[in-house]
């Protein structure tokens, strides 16, 4: 009875955290509409960027390629390793 109280709060908490983290965020923009405009503009200018879009083709040409583009497997193609791995791993790394 005691380790499966143990398994759900973990769950509990692995699940939680990054809600909280990302609600952290939205109160802050919703309470500062002058810093959420501020934000949209500077997100629409960057990834506007020739650099940006440059980029995201050259994304969508090895996800493409690999015939991974637009199945829904939760890989992202990782740069330094030359290779796919979930999105979660490839994002925490950056």
């Known amino acids: 009875m005691r380790k499966?109280?143990?398994?759900?709060?973990?769950?509990?908490?692995?699940?939680?955290?990054?809600?909280?983290?990302?609600?952290?965020s939205k109160r802050y923009y919703d309470a500062n509409p002058k810093a959420k405009a501020k934000k949209k503009a500077y997100d629409t200018?960057?990834?506007?960027?020739?650099e940006r879009k440059k980029y995201r083709a050259?994304?969508?040409?090895?996800?493409?390629?690999?015939?991974k583009y637009g199945n829904g497997d939760?890989?992202?193609?990782?740069?330094?390793?030359?290779?796919?791995i979930?999105?979660?791993r490839n994002r925490a790394k950056k």
Do not use: Q
Not at 45 to 50: A, D, I, N, Q, T
């Open 4 to 24: 499966s109280i143990c398994v759900i709060t973990w769950i509990r908490y692995i699940v939680l955290f990054p809600i909280f983290a990302i609600m952290k």
């Open 45 to 50: 200018e960057y990834h506007s960027s020739p």
């Open 58 to 67: 050259e994304l969508n040409r090895i996800r493409r390629k690999a015939g």
């Open 74 to 84: 939760g890989m992202d193609y990782d740069h330094t390793e030359k290779r796919f």
């Open 86 to 88: 979930t999105a979660s």
